[in-house]
């Protein structure tokens, strides 16, 4: 506790902050005549706003106006080496000794900053300490002497961070690093509790803290962390798939009703949900939400309809059971492919592109597959999201694919890439006669169970 006690005494010392124009400045030694990129958080995803060359000693400075948004922001020299810091009214000076990582780096001034990375640190030092006093709070016999003093510090380890987030806030209200770790926080979870009683605790507790109506730390990736920490009190590796989607279910509906108060959360989340399970093909889960959530922002004009609400939508009509949606796609030669004119019984329809790995080991495999059918009872349509019409085409011929090609040369902003909601490939649809989703494939195995679940091949 001296240890903590004299890190508030020094970070109490730093200057608080101010209104104003501010600057960040900065000294990487290794980097001089490098150039230094500056990005923006929203969620996880960065944005790039800015730019700048090192002198030849590594010195570099980015203006911080007042129209620069409080936030956590990333500065970069290659994909390897970089800094997360936080923008507050303040400015930020720091050298690194080294390259551009947080391990060299010391900060001059900057609060803020000061404050994330000591936090850090310090829920480091407390997390892994957890993780090796739990096995003896579950197993260790509890009449001995030694358990009560495990039990003891368990809990005292989870107190040590709520009391020293309580002494930053007390020291700096206006911290947004503060409120980066209090939205991270967890419950406390008593000693004598279970494992089945924690993961029963936290689902009921886990959100009880937590102010949805902070839109301010959607400038961080605050939110996305709370709620991938929320899913994976849901998640289990004994589970199969069909078991992980009903408990993400459960899931997403306890943290987007909590969510409904504020519609700027609530759409973070419901865009962030929904771009991670159709990234995993979690269908379950992503028709659920479909069909029980939509876009605070959107309205009834479709012509208004946000990118989000069309993305809902075009998940209804594509889950198992509904008519594919008709699309028209040119083959190499011009000519119109077009999905409901397909008059197999059996119907494959595969997103790929000739740059995705995956699509080209599983491609050969696939033809096999088509080749060796007798009599024949399913066609494949392939929809290429290439950009280049050489490489797709090469690869055709190459590989001798004899079933039907098409593509609209436009990648993921294509027509039938929109209604289909395509993020990845390889993705693939089967299809009956009538067009109907019969199953959504995510690899060639699962091909191979569908086709025969089916009596297909």
Same mark, same amino acid.
Request: charged letters at 25%; glycine letters at 4%.
């Given at each position: 506790?001296?240890?903590?006690?004299?890190?508030?005494?020094?970070?109490?010392?730093?200057?608080?902050?101010?209104?104003?124009?501010?600057?960040? *400045?900065?000294?990487?030694?290794?980097?001089?005549?490098? &150039?230094?990129?500056?990005?923006?958080?929203?969620?996880?995803k960065i944005n790039r706003?800015?730019?700048?060359?090192?002198?030849?000693?590594?010195?570099?400075?980015?203006?911080?106006?007042?129209?620069?948004?409080?936030?956590?922001?990333? !500065? @970069?020299?290659?994909?390897?080496?970089?800094?997360?810091?936080?923008?507050?009214?303040?400015?930020?000076?720091?050298?690194?000794?080294?390259?551009?990582?947080?391990?060299?780096?010391?900060?001059?001034?900057?609060?803020?900053?000061?404050?994330?990375?000591?936090?850090?640190?310090?829920?480091?030092?407390?997390?892994?300490? !957890?993780?090796?006093?739990?096995?003896?709070?579950?197993?260790?016999? +509890?009449?001995?002497?030694?358990?009560?003093?495990?039990?003891?510090?368990?809990?005292?380890?989870? *107190?040590?961070?709520?009391?020293?987030?309580?002494?930053?806030?007390?020291?700096?209200?206006?911290?947004?690093?503060?409120?980066?770790?209090?939205?991270? +926080?967890?419950?406390?979870?008593?000693?004598?509790?279970?494992?089945?009683?924690?993961?029963?605790?936290?689902?009921?507790?886990?959100?009880?803290?937590?102010?949805?109506?902070?839109?301010? !730390?959607?400038?961080?990736?605050?939110?996305?962390?709370?709620?991938?920490?929320?899913?994976?009190?849901?998640?289990?590796? &004994?589970?199969?798939? &069909?078991?992980?989607?009903?408990?993400?279910?459960?899931?997403?509906?306890?943290?987007?009703?909590?969510?409904?108060?504020?519609?700027?959360?609530?759409?973070f989340l419901l865009d962030?949900?929904?771009?991670?399970?159709?990234?995993?093909?979690?269908?379950?889960?992503?028709?659920?939400?479909?069909?029980?959530?939509?876009?605070?922002?959107?309205?009834?004009?479709?012509?208004?309809?946000?990118?989000?609400?069309?993305?809902?939508?075009?998940?209804k009509k594509i889950s198992?059971?509904?008519?594919?949606?008709?699309?028209?796609?040119?083959?190499?030669?011009?000519?119109?492919?077009?999905?409901?004119?397909?008059? @197999?019984?059996?119907?494959?329809?595969?997103?790929?592109?000739?740059?995705?790995?995956?699509?080209?080991?599983?491609?050969?495999?696939?033809?096999?597959?088509?080749?060796?059918?007798?009599?024949?009872?399913?066609?494949?349509?392939?929809?290429?999201?290439?950009? @280049? *019409?050489?490489?797709?085409?090469?690869?055709?011929?190459?590989?001798?694919?004899?079933?039907?090609?098409?593509?609209?040369?436009?990648?993921?902003?294509?027509?039938?890439?929109?209604?289909?909601?395509?993020?990845?490939?390889?993705?693939?649809?089967?299809?009956?006669?009538?067009?109907?989703?019969?199953? &959504?494939?995510?690899?060639? *195995?699962? !091909?191979?169970?569908?086709?025969?679940?089916?009596?297909?091949?």
């Open positions: 506790m001296k240890r903590i006690f004299l890190c508030l005494i020094f970070l109490s010392a730093v200057p608080g902050f101010s209104q104003g124009t501010h600057s960040l *400045r900065g000294e990487i030694r290794n980097a001089g005549g490098k &150039k230094v990129f500056l990005y923006a958080y929203f969620g996880e706003i800015d730019s700048v060359t090192c002198d030849a000693s590594g010195h570099f400075i980015f203006p911080l106006g007042t129209n620069v948004t409080t936030g956590l922001y990333r !500065l @970069s020299t290659d994909k390897d080496r970089f800094l997360d810091l936080v923008v507050n009214k303040e400015n930020i000076e720091f050298v690194c000794k080294g390259d551009l990582t947080a391990d060299s780096t010391e900060f001059l001034s900057s609060a803020e900053n000061k404050i994330y990375y000591f936090c850090m640190g310090f829920d480091r030092k407390v997390q892994s300490k !957890l993780e090796l006093i739990l096995p003896i709070v579950d197993f260790y016999p +509890q009449k001995d002497g030694f358990y009560t003093q495990a039990t003891q510090e368990y809990e005292r380890l989870q *107190r040590s961070e709520k009391k020293i987030l309580d002494s930053l806030t007390a020291l700096y209200p206006g911290s947004f690093a503060l409120r980066i770790f209090r939205l991270q +926080q967890t419950p406390f979870l008593p000693s004598g509790l279970t494992k089945e009683d924690r993961m029963s605790y936290l689902r009921q507790h886990f959100l009880d803290d937590v102010d949805f109506t902070d839109t301010l !730390l959607l400038h961080s990736n605050a939110w996305s962390n709370k709620a991938i920490s929320y899913l994976s009190i849901y998640s289990n590796n &004994k589970y199969n798939q &069909k078991q992980l989607e009903s408990e993400f279910i459960k899931a997403v509906t306890v943290i987007l009703s909590k969510a409904a108060v504020n519609a700027e959360i609530y759409k962030y949900f929904v771009g991670g399970f159709d990234k995993y093909h979690f269908d379950a889960v992503i028709t659920y939400i479909a069909d029980n959530f939509q876009d605070p922002f959107s309205c009834e004009d479709q012509a208004r309809k946000t990118k989000l609400q069309k993305k809902l939508e075009n998940f198992v059971g509904k008519t594919a949606p008709d699309i028209s796609v040119p083959d190499m030669k011009g000519k119109l492919i077009r999905l409901s004119e397909i008059k @197999s019984e059996y119907t494959l329809l595969v997103f790929w592109s000739s740059e995705c790995g995956h699509c080209i080991q599983m491609m050969p495999q696939l033809k096999a597959l088509y080749d060796k059918q007798k009599p024949k009872r399913w066609e494949v349509m392939t929809v290429s999201l290439d950009t @280049s *019409r050489t490489e797709w085409t090469t690869f055709i011929k190459e590989q001798n694919l004899t079933w039907l090609n098409g593509s609209e040369m436009k990648g993921f902003n294509s027509v039938s890439s929109d209604e289909y909601n395509i993020f990845a490939t390889p993705t693939m649809f089967l299809l009956d006669r009538e067009k109907k989703i019969l199953a &959504k494939p995510i690899s060639y *195995r699962e !091909l191979e169970e569908d086709l025969r679940e089916n009596r297909i091949n």
